[in-house]
């Protein structure tokens, strides 16, 4: 074998007996994010099996580069050797051989097996699921309905809700190119493609916020494209569902101007306006299509809107709800636009911000 | 093959008015060439200047991350970086150096021929090769195409010009590399020298063969995909465009179909590489010559059957997942088989640690862990969270640099020698080898964590992921350091390249006293490599046999000038072999 080649292979042992230790016992959140406390059931299902993968493979790579660099150094050609000396002439050690192909082979049907058991909980293993929301991607948000919600809602400025312990199915799709809807925490992933829904599957097991992310190239924005899941107990849920139906059931009526916050309308801007007002925005005679919306409230060449009206926030939020239709031009509608509520409220907040 | 007809075949295909006088002066010597040797050459400098020009860009995107919200340039031009990193480097670099560059100067000598058996048809693969290239870069012009070395559509489709040109640059390899195929798979199966049998072929020339196939075979699926695309760039076919009817998926199943086999075009040869460096320099025969040279020919036909493990999340039926899963595993066998072997020819070897030696071992392990990083990624359910990410970024980059590269970098010092005639330096190459091998682990080694703490790829910035995970600027600006020792590795082998053909040792016609066929021939080679051909009766890695050859009376008598060829001399086990012939 090599002189030392036992107890090189017993430290290999050990070395990987701390490897396995590590990964099943120790903390690996800083691999598996939330892995001490896993958010779904699926999650716990997909690390049990990432922990068996990683306890192997990192036995499997002690093993391969440990002996690679142990025979390395005690076969090397020692200074002054003929040049004509020879290693060992084996061909091959059929038993050897029969091992190495028959062990692996086992341990991949063996992975193979568990592999089957978590794809089964992942894509049959949710019994009728309570809630079912969608995600459309677009470029570059991601746009969240829920049932009986008759106005989506955006992530840009606002973010997905789920309840906890509450089994979930969430509808992916695409408006325009192919996203991925990510979150790191559950684990699952799948890729919005337009005119193809596809399904994840999952209960939620405690509160928290986390990151969505986008994984599958979409733009320029790519990265930019970040959204948000507050994951919230049962009733806060249920509260917050509750007053997005009111809002959307009342329309322009529950329309609250206090609620709009000018960042979260700057964002709505640039996504739904900026097609036919220039951004940022110019003084109202450098027009796109539509108008130039600087100084919308303070220009003493046009004290009133286009709908004739005082500069109020709440003349500005009429005509993002009814749209426009004048001497200069037309201006959809809300529904028209996509423009929710409290999209409405952000862009007012952020159109009389623009002094 | 029985002997008898092998001398026969040859001796009618050698008709001596077809034995043309080697070409003289510069143009004729080096530019216009039929010969396999000069185009290897042409294939490997024309590769290497592309290496640069896509490394380049890939350390400008390794810039770009040294700061969350991008440091250096704007997501657009960050976009078109990656994409035409990702694309020069695997059409443009990889497959071009292994099968164009090393594939066509050893693997006709590794066989006894003269040459491929069409050298037209090789040289007009490597004609078309400069032409994709420009073409490829002239898409820089029209803004350049944006959507990643794949290219899916429909976002591939806002590309407009660029992205016509992107495809018309890789319909115009895949014809390079479908010709080359061919030619590599008619010269291995034809032109073998009297007595070459099947298992007596170098585990290379096995490896070329394996590629040759995969090459002829799933090229062709990419140039239809590609092409599908072009016509939907200019003339509005909607094949992708689901806004119009078509589907985006199905683009990613043709590409798919050729880019998993590709992944094993570029490796296979490294495979081969390797296997023929390590018993040279642990001076032993190869451990399991035929399940080497069997798990070859087992990767090239499994390598077709696995392409949807790239989609797992991508929208595909998820009973559909299954049998890709079962197939991907099933690829870790063969090898696995590969490693234990190579792990086995180093046992009880007197192991010589030159460069080339030095690059195979280290392939031995980045390639073994990028290998295992891959069982993660093969099985539905980890995949689901793994895929999209650096996880992938990693992986990839372990099995290409840290496969593929590493033993393309291990041919060059050891047949530098037999095709300059004089030895690489070995100092150069050895602190080469280790700003590589560091480089690399310390640059894609971090991107597994990030990937799986939640870093998608292609973001031009992270700033959202670092607000959660601060260690990730660190890494991230860790890895950027690294990737500029590979720089170092690289420009040092550049440098060393064309230091060493003027002041490199003589190298003698066999300075690593290895034994396949070309190291029986003067360095470089005759024109026309072999004047004698030799009859081969055995394999050839019993170092403690004599050579395994012995000279045909098959000689090209009417050129005296290709001096003397040196050749093995006869013992008993050649007359035997001989009185066979």
């Known amino acids: 074998m090599g002189p030392g080649f036992w107890p090189v292979t017993f430290l290999m042992l050990a070395l990987s007996l701390i490897c396995a230790w590590y990964f099943l016992y120790g903390n690996i959140d800083w691999i598996l994010p939330g892995a001490s406390n896993p958010l779904t059931d699926r999650t716990n299902d997909i690390d049990a099996l990432f922990k068996f993968m990683a306890v192997s493979s990192t036995a499997i790579m002690i093993f391969v580069a440990g002996y690679v660099i142990y025979f390395g150094v005690v076969f090397r050609a020692r200074p002054g050797e003929s040049r004509e000396a020879v290693g060992v002439p084996v061909h091959d050690a059929p038993k050897l051989e029969f091992w190495w192909t028959v062990l692996p082979s086992l341990l991949l049907v063996v992975l193979t097996a568990l592999s089957i058991v978590t794809w089964y909980k992942i894509y049959f293993g949710t019994a009728v699921p309570a809630l079912t929301a969608e995600v459309i991607g677009h470029q570059f948000y991601f746009e969240y309905r ?24 969430i509808l992916i799709t695409s408006a325009d190119v192919i996203h991925q809807f990510w979150v790191p925490e559950i684990r699952l992933k799948a890729s919005g493609v337009p005119g193809l829904v596809q399904n994840l599957n999952f209960t939620p097991e405690h509160a928290g916020t986390y990151s969505i992310a986008c994984s599958e190239f979409c733009g320029p924005d790519h990265s930019l494209m970040q959204g948000q899941l507050i994951v919230e107990p049962v009733a806060a849920f249920n509260a917050w569902l509750e007053k997005e139906k009111t809002a959307a059931a009342a329309g322009g009526g529950a329309l609250n101007l206090a609620e709009g916050t000018a960042d979260a309308g700057k964002a709505t801007f640039a996504q739904k306006c900026s097609a036919c007002h220039n951004n940022p925005p110019t003084p109202f005679d450098q027009k796109l299509v539509g108008p130039g919306l600087l100084h919308i409230t303070d220009d003493p060449a046009h004290p009133n809107l286009v709908s004739g009206k005082p500069p109020t926030p709440e003349n500005i939020a009429d005509i993002l709800q009814n749209g426009f239709n004048g001497p200069i031009g037309q201006m959809p509608n809300a529904q028209a636009n996509g423009l929710s509520s409290k999209d409405i409220a952000n862009l007012v907040a952020y159109l009389v911000s623009l002094k | 093959m029985h002997s008898d007809t092998a001398h026969e075949t040859h001796e009618d295909h050698l008709d001596h008015g077809h034995i043309h006088p080697a070409p003289e002066g510069f143009i004729r010597k080096y530019v216009f060439s039929l010969d396999h040797k000069v185009i290897g050459f042409q294939y490997f400098f024309t590769g290497i200047f592309v290496l640069l020009i896509a490394g380049s860009f890939a350390e400008l995107v390794r810039l770009q991350l040294t700061d969350p919200n991008g440091a250096i340039m704007s997501h657009t031009a960050y976009n078109e970086m990656f994409t035409m990193h990702g694309t020069a480097m695997v059409w443009m670099v990889l497959i071009p150096l292994v099968t164009g560059a ?119 699926a990419l140039s239809v995909a590609v092409g599908a695309l072009f016509l939907e760039h200019v003339f509005n076919v909607p094949w992708y465009d689901p806004a119009r009817g078509g589907s985006p998926v199905l683009f990613q199943h043709m590409f798919w179909f050729y880019s998993h086999p590709a992944v094993y075009i570029f490796i296979i040869p490294a495979f081969g590489v390797v296997s023929e460096v390590l018993p040279v320099f ?163 080694g971090p991107m597994h964590w990030l990937g799986l703490e939640g870093m998608p790829r292609r973001y031009a910035s992270y700033a959202n992921f ?12 860790f890895e950027t350091a690294c990737s500029f020792l590979m720089v170092a590795s690289v420009g040092l082998l550049v440098f060393n390249i064309f230091w060493s053909m003027k002041n490199g040792k003589v190298a003698g016609i066999n300075p690593w006293g290895a034994r396949t066929l070309e190291w029986t021939i003067s360095s470089p080679p005759p024109y026309y490599n072999f004047k004698k051909l030799p009859y081969v009766y055995g394999r050839p890695y019993d170092f403690d046999q004599p050579m395994p050859y012995q000279n045909t009376d098959l000689e090209i008598e009417a050129f005296p000038e290709y001096g003397k060829v040196v050749m093995p001399i006869p013992t008993a086990g050649a007359a035997a072999g001989a009185g066979a012939h």
């Open chain 2, 466 to 477: 670092a607000s959660q995970y601060p260690d990730a600027v660190f890494w991230n600006r």
């Open chain 2, 282 to 444: 642990a001076r032993k025969p190869i451990f399991g010559y035929k399940m080497i040279a069997f798990s070859s020919m087992a990767i090239a036909l499994l390598s077709f059957t696995v392409w949807m493990h790239h989609m797992f999340p991508a929208g595909i039926a998820p009973w559909l997942q299954l049998p890709f899963m079962i197939l991907t595993y099933a690829i870790g066998v063969p090898t696995g088989i590969k490693i234990f072997s190579w792990m086995a020819t180093l046992w009880a070897g007197r192991i010589y640690f030159t460069t080339a030696m030095l690059y195979a071992m280290g392939f031995l392990i980045t390639f073994t862990f990028g290998g295992l990083t891959g069982i993660f990624l093969a099985s539905v359910p980890v995949d689901l969270h793994e895929h999209g990410t650096y996880f992938v970024v990693g992986h990839f980059h372990y099995v290409v640099a840290g496969g593929a590269v590493m033993g393309f970098l291990a041919s060059i010092p050891y047949w530098y020698p037999k095709a300059t005639g004089r030895m690489l330096d070995e100092r150069m190459g050895q602190i080469g080898f280790w700003l590589f091998f560091l480089g690399l682990n310390g640059t894609f």
């Open chain 1, 146 to 169: 829920y049932p009986g919600l008759k106005n989506s809602v955006y992530s840009k400025t606002e973010a997905m809700h789920l309840p906890v312990g509450v089994p979930v199915r």
């Open chain 2, 102 to 220: 090393i594939g066509n100067f050893v693997m006709p000598l590794q066989i006894g021929a003269r040459d491929v058996a069409f050298p037209w048809l090789n040289m007009a693969s490597f004609r078309i090769f400069p032409i994709a290239v420009a073409t490829l870069f002239s898409s820089m012009l029209f803004g350049g195409p944006h959507a990643g070395w794949t290219e899916y559509p429909p976002i591939s489709l806002a590309d407009g010009t660029a992205g016509a040109l992107w495809c018309m640059a890789i319909f115009i390899i895949g014809i390079s590399s479908t010709m080359t195929g061919l030619n590599f798979m008619v010269t291995i199966m034809k032109m073998r020298a009297p007595g070459m049998t099947w298992t007596r072929m170098p585990l290379f020339v096995w490896a070329t063969f394996a590629t040759a196939l995969m090459n002829m075979f799933a090229t062709v």
